[in-house]
Structures are given as C-alpha cells and as structure tokens.
C-alpha cells in the first residue's frame, strides 16, 4: 500500500515561529498537495506540486510556503505562524497519470497559541 | 471555475437505514467524481470513484451514479452500520493534474 507519511500528528507552536510541516511518500509520486481542513469549510488547498523543484499556488497560499527538493518529500512551511493557521493540514499524493485519485496521510493538527 | 456542493450534516440514522448524500457538481469538462471518506482522527481515502457518464462507482456497500443530465454523483448505502460513522466529502478533477475539488463534507452518524 502506498504510504503517506506525516510527521507530526500534533503540534502546538507559538505566534510568530516559523513552522515547517513534512510530508513523505514512498510510491514515487510526482503530484503532491497540501490542504487545510476546518470545520464548515472542508477541504481548501494551499499549495501543490507536479514534479521536484515545481510548485504552485492553490486557493489559499498566502502565509504558506513550500519546498519540493525531493521527490518523496513536500514541507509545507507556515513562515510566521498565526492564530488563524491553527487547523488540520492533510498532505496527499497521486502518480501524474492516474485516475485512482490521492493518497492522503493522516493530518497534522496545528494549534498556534 | 468547477465546485460541488454537497448536502450539509450532520446527518443521523439508525443502524440498517438507507443512506443517501447528495452531490452536485459543477465542471467546464468531464470530470472524474469521487467519494472520499474521513474516519474519526484520520485522513481521507478514497471510497469510490466513476470516470464517465452512466459510470457506477462501487465500494463497501456504497454506491454512487454518474449524471452528467443532472451533474450529480448522490452517495447511496442500503442498510448503514455504526462503522459507518465518518465524514464524507465528493470531490471532482477535471484533466489530468488538474487538483481535486472538494465540497465541505457530510458528517454521518449511525446509531446503534
């Protein structure tokens, strides 16, 4: 089964640090994402990436960066945490070609005090 | 630009009840549809899925029809159980790399 690994199941960090979330998959998947998870907002993607070294912006980017500089590995970087980036961010991945849809791992739930 | 709307929970049964959650989309081409499902404390995973019109997905129980007529892809189950307790989210991609959409998710719970 294909792996979808993140590194944190919770974290707690503090207004103004800079955090990095780490995602890791083991299928050699070229397409990776991240998304956050609220409730009565679902799911809304922050950033994605078709290959190493590539990235794109998705529908809420702003206060995120990401690092793509291998292909197994996506970070997902909060570069100043805030209180209202306090949510579930889910990584997920899918081979280019496929239509089998994404593996996600399990989330990392962040609470910025 | 392509969305879905799902129908919003939570919603209730008893254990053996008929479940259906509706889902409509919006899309520019012909998209691929899914069910994900969400148990408590974990990520999604994929439910089902249909690639085309008239195209049954089918998965644990669960199924769901592609409209294109309709633009719907409703989540049916014939008699739910406890275990089915979870959030479900439609979700659709349009080309390719294209990122999936996702609706805002139905929380389903099924008591015993």
């Known amino acids: 089964d294909v792996k979808v690994t993140q590194s944190s199941r919770y974290l707690v960090k503090r207004t103004g640090e800079k955090v990095f979330l780490e995602c890791v998959q083991d299928?050699?998947?070229?397409?990776m994402f991240w998304y956050r998870q609220d409730p009565g907002l679902g799911l809304r993607l922050i950033y994605f990436?078709?290959?190493?070294?590539?990235?794109e912006k998705g529908d809420i980017p702003e206060g995120y960066s990401v690092s793509r500089e291998k292909k197994e590995r996506f970070s997902l970087i909060l570069e100043s945490a805030s209180t209202n980036q306090t949510s579930m961010y889910l990584c997920?991945?899918?081979?280019?070609?496929?239509?089998?849809?994404?593996?996600f791992g399990s989330g990392t739930r962040l609470t910025v005090v | 630009g392509n969305s879905v709307t799902q129908m919003e929970g939570p919603v209730t049964l008893s254990e053996e009840a008929f479940l259906t959650i509706n889902c409509t989309y919006t899309?520019?081409?012909?998209?691929?549809l899914f069910w994900y499902v969400q148990y408590p404390g974990e990520g999604l995973q994929l439910l089902l899925k249909?690639?085309?019109?008239?195209d049954k997905g089918s998965n644990k129980g669960f199924e769901a029809t592609y409209r294109k007529e309709t633009t719907s892809f409703h989540l049916e189950k014939g008699s739910v159980q406890v275990s089915d307790s979870a959030v479900y989210f439609c979700?659709?991609?349009?080309?390719?790399?294209?990122?999936?959409?996702f609706g805002k998710g139905t929380r389903l719970s099924v008591i015993a």
């Open positions: 979700a659709l991609s349009d080309l390719g790399n294209t990122p999936l959409v």
């Open positions: 997920a991945s899918k081979w280019s070609t496929s239509d089998y849809g994404y593996t």
């Open positions: 299928m050699d998947h070229e397409n």
């Open positions: 249909a690639t085309k019109a008239d």
């Open positions: 990436s078709y290959d190493v070294k590539m990235k």
């Open positions: 899309a520019t081409g012909y998209p691929s």
